[in-house]
T-cell receptor, first 115, second 114 residues
Framework: AQKITQTQPGMFVQEKEAVTLDCTYD???????LFWYKQPSSGEMIFLIY??????QNATEGRYSLNFQKARKSANLVISASQLGDSAMYFC????????????FGTGTRLTIIP | DVKVTQSSRYLVKRTGEKVFLECVQD?????MFWYRQDPGLGLRLIYF???????EKGDIPEGYSVSREKKERFSLILESASTNQTSMYLC?????????????FGPGTRLTVL
């Protein structure tokens, strides 16, 4: 079974609108971390935001927020007031268990912002 | 500014050639990783290393080997390149026990095997 599922291969959003990128995960661990990365056309992966499984508050970083719903095993990325520069691939990733420092990535969502 | 560099952005090789992909990080990170990225498949872990001379297989190690002789350098080796190894290869590093443990990535090497 997929550990990280991103069901939206591509999305088109009007500039200045908010956008939600979906991510669901599967783990039996109690301690885990969830990450979102952005990959512009240049190819480099950029870390955006992190949510720990024990964090009670949803993580926020500027225009990025993570909508963490633990019972549903969901960790959606919300981008407010989208900009043309937000056009990129977005990957959700998970790190399981204490001391295990590998990341498992989803298949990604290609976001295109329309002017 | 933290940096992970990869030896080439684009590489074209012939089937059967031995290929070396080099990755260097200047952050004194213990952990280093090699991924390949293919459309529709996301990033898949090939090998990783927690320390010098130490390596562990990831999810798709077949056809690859690695070398880590120095802390800052992690090399991916394709012993005999095949066309199905045409892909984007990404190197990453992270601090052992760091919080939250994000990985820092290099710019990637797009390898084409003809």
């Amino acid at each position: 079974a997929q550990k990280i599922t991103q069901t939206q291969p591509g999305m088109f959003v009007q500039e200045k609108e908010a956008v939600t990128l979906d991510c669901t995960y599967d783990t039996s661990d109690q301690s885990y971390g969830l990450f979102w990365y952005k990959q512009p056309s240049s190819g480099e992966m950029i870390f955006l935001i992190y949510q720990g499984s024990y964090d009670e508050q949803n993580a926020t970083e500027g225009r990025y927020s993570l909508n963490f719903q633990k019972a549903r095993k969901s960790a959606n990325l919300v981008i407010s007031a989208s900009q043309l520069g937000d056009s990129a691939m977005y990957f959700c990733a998970m790190r399981e268990a204490f001391g295990n420092e590998k990341l498992t990535f989803g298949t990604g969502t290609r976001l295109t912002i329309i002017p | 500014d933290v940096k992970v560099t990869q030896s080439s952005r684009y590489l074209v090789k012939r089937t059967g050639e031995k290929v070396f992909l080099e990755c260097v990080q200047d952050m004194d990170h213990e952990n280093m990783f090699w991924y390949r990225q293919d459309p529709g498949l996301g990033l898949r872990l090939i090998y990783f290393s927690y320390d010098v001379k130490m390596k562990e297989k990831g999810d798709i190690p077949e056809g690859y080997s690695v070398s880590r002789e120095k802390k800052e350098r992690f090399s991916l080796i394709l012993e005999s390149a095949s066309t199905n190894q045409t892909s984007m290869y990404l190197c990453a590093s992270s601090l052992r026990g760091g919080a939250p443990g994000e990985q820092f990535f290099g710019p990637g090497t797009r390898l084409t095997v003809l």
